[in-house]
């Protein structure tokens, strides 16, 4: 995750995740058009460690944050570049793209492939629905919480190197939470911050004292 090399943008001819599409309709009697991606739902796993007192983060490279770059034509990126440059801070996620599971079953699966923790669907709390990239996408994101403890973790998660993930698992201090969410410098995801401001809302006020 440290160093990217060999780095170019051109575009995307197919893709499994994704596809551009355009929709046609009339609105008050006026013609219209809008361009939109049609991608998988997914969902999202706030992990709060207690015996660390920690909320569980992942951490990876995200091409798409790489760098602002010109759409219009295929670009060579600097030859290296750190890997810090495209890094986001992340809630543990999945795509909704495997057909029998259930978005319990998904996010147990998630979290046991990229944080290490084994769960089981009864020990997800359901926190929210909502639409994703609505501009763009539009697609659906389920967000789960889940309280675990070290016993929870079997596994050093990771993500799965088949499939090209690298990911680093982060423990972020309850005492430090707001601080990280706040700060603009930090990159990180929407998830991040709604599932930090919910956490310290909803659940760390019935939090036994440290």
């Known amino acids: 995750m440290e160093r990217i090399e060999g780095a170019a943008v051109g575009r995307c001819a197919e ?3 994704l596809r551009p599409l355009t929709l046609h309709y009339r609105q008050n009697g006026i ?4 361009d939109f991606m049609k991608t998988h739902d997914s969902v999202t796993i706030l992990l709060f460690n207690s015996s660390q007192r920690s909320l569980v983060l992942v951490k990876q490279f995200r091409p798409g944050s ?5 759409q219009d034509r295929p670009q060579v990126l600097p030859g290296a570049l750190p890997g810090s440059a495209g890094v986001t801070y992340e809630l543990c996620a999945g795509l909704v793209d495997q057909p029998g599971l259930s978005l319990e079953e998904v996010a147990c699966k998630e979290a046991w492939e990229e944080c290490g923790y084994h769960l089981v669907p009864s020990d997800l709390r359901r926190v929210a629905t909502y639409k994703s990239g609505v501009g763009l996408t539009g697609s659906i994101q389920t967000m789960f919480y889940a309280e675990v403890t070290d016993t929870h973790r079997g596994g050093p998660g990771g993500g799965l190197a088949e499939e ?3 990911i680093e698992v982060v423990h972020l201090p309850l005492d430090g939470a707001q601080a990280f969410a706040d700060n603009p410098d930090v990159p990180k995801t929407l998830g991040v911050i709604f599932g930090i401001s919910w956490f310290l809302n909803c659940m760390a006020p019935g939090l036994h004292p440290q």
Request: overall charge negative.
């Open 164 to 166: 090209g993930e690298l």
């Open 31 to 34: 013609q219209k058009s809008w």
């Open 15 to 17: 893709s499994p995740y």
């Open 66 to 70: 790489l760098a602002a770059v010109d």
